[in-house]
Structure formats: C-alpha cells, structure tokens
Nanobody
Framework: VQLVESGGGLVQPGGSLTLSCVAS????????MSWYRQAPGKERLLVAF????????NYADSVKGRFTISRDNSKNTVYLQMSSLNPEDTAVYYC???????????WGQGTLVTVSE
C-alpha cells in the first residue's frame, strides 16, 4: 500500500499550487480521501475531504473558497487545488485514505508547501 504526494514547493503569497496523491495497493474507489496539513509546532488538521460513494466534499473553514479537492478513480489519484495562498497555509500536506466499510486508514509521507516572498 502506498500513497505518494507530490506538487509541494515554494510559492509566493497570492499564488496557486496543485497537490497530487497517487494511491496503489488497495481499491481506491472504496476509500474516502482527505488532505490534512501540519504546520511547524502544530497539530495535524483536516483540510479537505472527498467521499468515495457520493463524492461529497467538506472543507476546513480556513480554506473554503480557496481550495478544491477532487479525485480521479481511473488514475487512483486525489488532488488538492490551492489558490490565494497565504503564509498561514505553510505546512506539510498529507493525504489520507480511509476505507468506508472497515475504517482502515493509510497515510502518505507528506509534501511541504511553503508560502513566502
């Protein structure tokens, strides 16, 4: 089982970035997918959620209107489109897969997003 995030990097305030998370080793379509982030010295927090069955979405208040989560089951990939980035969005971003039946969870290794001049 693997979740591999990519797309992180350095971006200026107001900029945009798209993260990808490619899954392997499990039935992607049966898993709810989420993005979390963890800023230095802070706890890991949910950023966005995309359900497996009906494609429902949910966002943290801090990113509503700026971030969009999507998934492509044919590519076993979940995306996080981020826009209007500000320094408070600086964090390591992780994707998580959770089986909607068994609640088994898998985590990726994270990708660093730094928003700075």
């Amino acid at each position: 089982v693997q979740l591999v995030e990519s797309g992180g990097g350095l971006v200026q305030p107001g900029g945009s970035l798209t993260l990808s998370c490619v899954a392997s080793g499990f039935t992607f379509s049966s898993y709810d997918m989420s993005w979390y982030r963890q800023a230095p010295g802070k706890e890991r927090l949910l950023v966005a959620f995309k359900g497996s069955r009906w494609g429902s979405t949910n966002y943290a208040d801090s990113v509503k209107g700026r971030f969009t989560i999507s998934r492509d089951n044919s590519k076993n990939t979940v995306y996080l489109q981020m826009s209007s980035l500000n320094p408070e969005d600086t964090a390591v971003y992780y994707c998580k897969a959770r089986n909607r039946f068994s609640q088994v969870e898998y985590w990726g290794q994270g990708t660093l997003v730094t928003v700075s001049e």
